[in-house]
Nanobody, 123 residues
Framework: QVQVAESGGGLVQPGESLRLSCAGSGFILNYYTVAWFRQAPGKEREGVSCISMSDDSTYYIDSVKGRFTISRDNAKNTVYLQMNSLRPEDTAVYYC????????????????WGKGTLVTVSS
């Protein structure tokens, strides 16, 4: 069964860091483009970052550029989102998502979503 599962969320103070993990099971994550999304309370879900299957190109929304880094560890079948200099506005449930046919267009359909991991940035 194809699944992705997020981990690594938590409560941190502004300026601190977290690393989120997206572990794949039942398939080889390296063959898929993987995206991170987030949904803050009362807001719509938004795409945050994406790593391409074809050449590992990476994409970020403007608000996280220079602070977040997406990467893969093929040996662990995992995609990471390193989040530095966290801000209160980064507070959200973070989801990873993938689909064999999806690229880094946030609006593309993705079949496989994790259950999310909560990131809270607060002093």
């Amino acid at each position: 069964q194809v699944q992705v599962a997020e981990s690594g969320g938590g409560l941190v103070q502004p300026g601190e860091s977290l690393r989120l993990s997206c572990a794949g099971s039942g398939f080889i994550l390296n063959y898929y483009t993987v995206a991170w999304f987030r949904q803050a309370p009362g807001k719509e879900r938004e795409g945050v970052s994406c790593i391409s299957m074809s050449d590992d190109s990476t994409y970020y929304i403007d608000s996280v550029k220079g602070r977040f880094t997406i990467s893969r560890d093929n040996a662990k079948n995992t995609v990471y989102l390193q989040m530095n200099s966290l801000r209160p506005e980064d507070t959200a449930v973070y989801y990873c998502a993938t689909d064999y046919w999806a690229g880094c267009d946030w609006n593309q359909h993705r079949d496989y979503w994790g259950k999310g991991t909560l990131v809270t940035v607060s002093s």
